[in-house]
Structures are given as structure tokens and as C-alpha cells.
């Protein structure tokens, strides 16, 4: 069965959306049980040791691959693991889980931007429509369906550090198309391992901070849960998914993370569901 699911790259993909979802809905839960950076250091410190155990030896064994990339490799371990999660949990402090998984969906179109200026991957007609469409939703949503919000730019901070979470997410899934070869997984110890590391710093900033205040039990359980799922389980099928039809393919089904962000808001945390969010989740 396992063996049938890691050949399976839309159910693989299917399942990476829902358990990114479920991020979502961890930033919501984290406020004031855990503080941002030390969710991320916490959460990458498990996932280093439980792959350290599973693939050390291989990683040792491509360790040439990566040192002959070692500068880029670090970099979107940095991007895609650390910045992006502490960013993302800064912006569960102060926007709801609906929106931070409908501007989710934007990673896509940053990501197709990414490629064109990387790459020079041309954009087809019809993707320029996706693109246009998904932007008009994520509009919607930070203006939170008001002409006039947009217009004073009266958007939400949290909603504008979701966008910025969504940019260096993005600039991780451009980069992987220049990721050293090697299995998936092996690559994934390598990340957790930087990620580790490049969250020390920020944590230690908070814990300097004279305001700071302990993870409870609660803030440790969270720390548990987005480990196995959102960090762990789900960059590995992400990366398989991305060994078997390619990233931009891979990069499609990020889509279906607002649908089981806002299914999973109002079912588990009671948010409000408004017509503006309807609209935003069928343009995206």
C-alpha cells in the first residue's frame, strides 16, 4: 500500500495539500501557546534527529553532491524551511486560518513568475488567465471584498506576511529544479538540518525577549504535530511528487490548500466563512 501511495503523485500531492492545510490551523492554535520561532526550531530540531537516524549514512555518502552545491542548497533550506514557517506562524498571529490558506494559493503564480525569470520557462495564454484569476482572489482577500479597503490599502499585516511567506516558499520550489541528485529524503535530512541550525538565532531573539512566555503543554503538542505532518511527511511526498511529474506540475496542487484550509477553519476552529472568501477560493 505504501508503495502503491509513493507511485501515486496525485494522491501523494493530495495528501501534501491537506496536511499544509493543516498548518493552518496550527498557526491558529500556536497563539499564545507557543511563540513563532520556537515552533519552527522546535519542529525542525525533531525532524532533523528522526531523519538524521533514517539517512545519515546516505547523506554522508552524497555529501560531495551537496558541497559542490553547498551555498545554494543551504540557502533553500533557509527559504523554504525556516523563513518561511516563521513568517507563516507570525502571520497566524494576526489573520485567520481561511485566509492564510487562501493566500496560500498564490504560491503558484509567484512560483510560474519565479521560473520565467529564472529559467526563462515561457507562460502560455490560458496560464496567464490562471494567473490573473488567482490574483484577482487574493486581492479579495486582503481587501476582504471592500473597494474601499483596497483603495486606502487598508490591508491586514497578517494578510501581508502571508504574501510575503508565499514569495520565499516560492523561491524554494524555483530552486529545486537546481537541487543537487540525490533521493528525495536525503535531500530532506540535509534541509531539516540547516533549518535547525538557521532557527537558532531567531528563537534565541525571542527568548531574550523580556515579554516571552514558555511553550504550555499544549504549545509542545503542536510542536509534535506539525513535526510529522506539515514538516515532515509532507516535504517528503512533496519531493517525491517533484521526482515524478516535476515541479511546476507538483507546484498545481498547492491549489487545493485553501480549499481544506477553509474546510478544515470552520469545521475545527469556528471560523466565520464570508461571501468574499467563497469568491476568493473559486477565482484561485
Known sequence: ??????????????????MWASNAIAARL??????????????????????????????????PAIRAKLGLTALMAFLGFTAFNTVFYFAGERTTA???????????????????????DRV???????????????????SKGSVDALLALAINDGDLLMLVAALLYSAYTVALRARPEMPGAVLFTFFSLIAALTAVPLAALEWLSPDHVPPTPSGWLLSVWVAIFPSCLAQLFFLRGVDLIGPGRAGVYINLV???????????????????????????
Request: proline share 4%; with cysteine; hydrophobic share 65%.
Open 124 to 142: 502560455r495564454p490560458l496560464q496567464m488567465l490562471g494567473v490573473a484569476l488567482t490574483l484577482a482572489g487574493v486581492v479579495g482577500v486582503a
Open 30 to 63: 500556536a497563539v499564545d501557546q507557543i511563540t513563532p520561532a520556537t515552533l519552527v526550531l522546535t519542529r525542525w530540531i525533531m525532524v532533523a534527529g528522526v531523519m538524521s537516524l533514517l539517512h545519515g549514512r546516505q547523506l554522508a555518502r552524497h555529501w
Open 1 to 18: 500500500m505504501i508503495a502503491r501511495l509513493y507511485a501515486t503523485p496525485w494522491l501523494l500531492l493530495t495528501c501534501v495539500a491537506m
Open 258 to 284: 485553501p480549499i481544506f484550509a477553509a474546510l478544515f477553519a470552520v469545521a475545527l476552529l469556528g471560523e466565520r466563512f464570508a461571501l468574499f472568501h467563497g469568491a476568493a477560493l473559486i477565482l484561485v
Open 98 to 120: 481561511i485566509n492564510i490558506g487562501i493566500l496560500q494559493g498564490a504560491m503558484p503564480v509567484v512560483g510560474m513568475g519565479g521560473a520565467v525569470l529564472a529559467y526563462g
